[in-house]
Antibody, heavy 124, light 114 residues
């Protein structure tokens, strides 16, 4: 079965950096687009970033553009999110998410598997 | 950006009764070339990640009980739970994937037992 396991969360000061990772298993990782979605404590869901299955295309939300970078290593079945210049408002659980491949329409930004998430706390 | 607005923010329904959650998008999610609505629904229970319930507005994900159904087209969508069970207590989110980036979610609807 598909498993997505995030790691690397923790407490960091404003302005600091952190890299979170997501180890994938139970799927052909190199065949799927992947996303990061975050959820601030007690709040709703916010899409953060996307990377195409082969890493050739990336998109980031405006709220993190220029500060966060999504990447992947298909040889290691691992997804990453490098977070720089962290702000208090970046405090959230960060979920690694796989997108669905629809047999008729191809890859779609439908999130069929989610990791358990890793908590990033930005605080002085 | 497409804005997704859910209503109500919370609701309480008796066990065995019908629960209805609405989602409205700021622009149409219907793609004319394939006649599909780019709208998904998720369920999030406390302390858990979200779970995909419905996509293409009305296609039930594998393993999702048939008491969950999705309907609607264009800008107005509905998630219906036909007979509420105790395990359905959760927050429900709609999400559009029509015009990206960004992918956007509704603010969530909290469903409780009356």
């Amino acid at each position: 079965q598909v498993q997505l396991v995030e790691s690397g969360g923790g407490v960091v000061q404003p302005g600091g950096s952190l890299r979170v990772s997501c180890a994938a298993s139970g799927l052909t990782f190199s065949s799927y687009g992947m996303h990061w979605v975050r959820q601030a404590p007690g709040k709703g869901l916010e899409w953060v970033a996307f990377i195409r299955y082969d890493g050739s295309n990336k998109e980031h939300a405006d709220s993190v553009k220029g500060r966060f970078t999504i990447s992947r290593d298909n040889s290691k079945n691992t997804l990453y999110l490098q977070m720089n210049s962290l702000r208090v408002e970046d405090t959230a659980v960060y979920y690694c998410v796989k997108e669905l491949y629809d047999v008729l329409t191809g890859p779609q930004e439908i999130f069929d598997y989610w990791g358990q998430g890793t908590l990033v706390t930005v605080s002085s | 950006d497409i804005v997704m607005t859910q209503s109500p923010d919370s609701l309480a329904v008796s066990l065995g009764e019908r629960a209805t959650i609405n989602c409205k998008s700021s622009q149409s999610l219907l793609y004319s070339s394939n006649n599909k609505n780019y709208l998904a629904w998720y369920q999030q229970k406390p302390g858990q990640p979200p779970k995909l319930l419905i996509y293409w507005a009305s296609t039930r994900e594998s393993g999702v009980p048939d008491r969950f159904s999705g309907s609607g087209s264009g800008t107005d969508f509905t998630l219906t739970i036909s007979s509420l069970q105790a395990e359905d207590v959760a927050v429900y989110y709609c999400q559009q994937y029509y015009n990206i980036p960004p992918i956007t979610f509704g603010q969530g609807t909290r469903l409780e037992i009356k």
